[in-house]
């Protein structure tokens, strides 16, 4: 308790310095700006939630209301009557969707940080060149490597398997850029104290980097949760019960008008589950993109 209270007085004792530095005219502008901005951001967050719980004459008015006015559940118990019709049972799609997932997500933050590691604090013949690249790889558009990653699965005979979506995505190089922007800043000379005291590179990657690049990982692991999580699949994944929970969701939205109701509960479902992660570890993505350059 005593801990909480010292934090608030001394939160309130950094606002008040910052506050002398504006007029009060400033500070209320700034709150209504950035009310509207939150609005404006948050409104279809609102409009999402609303149209889950709208009965289908509620759905289709025009002009739309944002807010409902006779909550109902039956968009929910419509999905759940089409999800129990489907050939392949719902706990398969969510099964393959959690697989995806994991394996996705542990690769990508596992390969992207130990390759981070070298490229952040050593030096090597090639390695500005190498950063370089993976600098301006970041600017190819997934549409450019798609008919590539294709090709190269085909080869590699891993087309129609859970690999075939997961090694483009923990091959790229984004997890890289942003663990190796925040591995640069930690000090040399903690790595130096754990070579004296006998510790291999592993050990220092695991033991040093990792426990003081965690805002880093844990930011990683939400951007590639959501990425997976979304994933439908695509052109890489024909067998049905290898799908992911999103293709059958996305067939679902694409049934018609019949389904509107059901599509909007699609919606709501597949967003909460990100937006859950991230509220949770939100405090951790702050910092580490406004320590590691990537803004916006």
């Not at 002009?63 to 089409?82: K, M, S």
Request: charged fraction near 10%; proline fraction near 5%.
């Amino acid at each position: 308790m005593r801990k909480i209270i010292s934090s608030i007085k001394k939160r309130w004792r950094l606002f008040k310095f910052r506050r002398k530095n504006r007029s009060l005219a400033v500070d209320i502008s700034l709150i209504l700006v950035l009310s509207v901005i939150g609005f404006v951001s948050i409104w279809p967050l609102l409009f999402i939630i609303n149209a889950a719980f709208k009965p289908i004459s509620e759905i289709f008015l025009f002009p739309p209301r944002l807010f409902v006015q006779n909550p109902t559940a039956n968009n929910f118990f419509d999905l759940a009557v089409i999800v129990k019709d489907s050939n392949v049972i719902f706990a398969r799609y969510i099964f393959n969707t959690v697989i995806i997932t994991f394996l996705g997500t542990s690769g990508t933050v596992l390969i992207g940080s130990m390759a981070a590691f070298p490229l952040a604090k050593y030096k090597f013949p090639g390695s500005k060149m190498l950063s370089s690249t993976i600098v301006y790889s970041l600017m190819f558009n997934g549409t450019v490597t798609a008919i590539p990653n294709y090709i190269i699965m085909s080869k590699l005979g891993l087309v129609n398997t859970y690999w075939a979506v997961i090694l483009p995505v923990v091959g790229g190089t984004f997890g890289l850029y942003l663990m190796q922007n925040f591995i640069v800043q930690v000090p040399t000379e903690l790595i130096e104290a754990a070579k004296m005291d006998g510790q291999k590179e592993l050990g220092i990657f695991f033991r040093v980097i990792m426990p003081l690049s965690k805002p880093a990982w844990i930011t990683l692991i939400i951007l590639s949760f959501q990425s997976f999580w979304g994933t439908t699949g695509g052109t890489f994944i024909y067998s049905e019960t290898l799908k992911p929970v999103s293709y059958m969701l996305s067939q679902i939205i694409a049934g018609g008008i019949a389904r509107t109701g059901a599509a909007s509960a699609v919606s709501l479902i597949m967003m909460s589950v990100p937006i859950t992660v991230f509220v949770i570890s939100q405090s951790n993505v702050l910092e580490t993109m406004s320590t590691s350059g990537l803004k916006g």
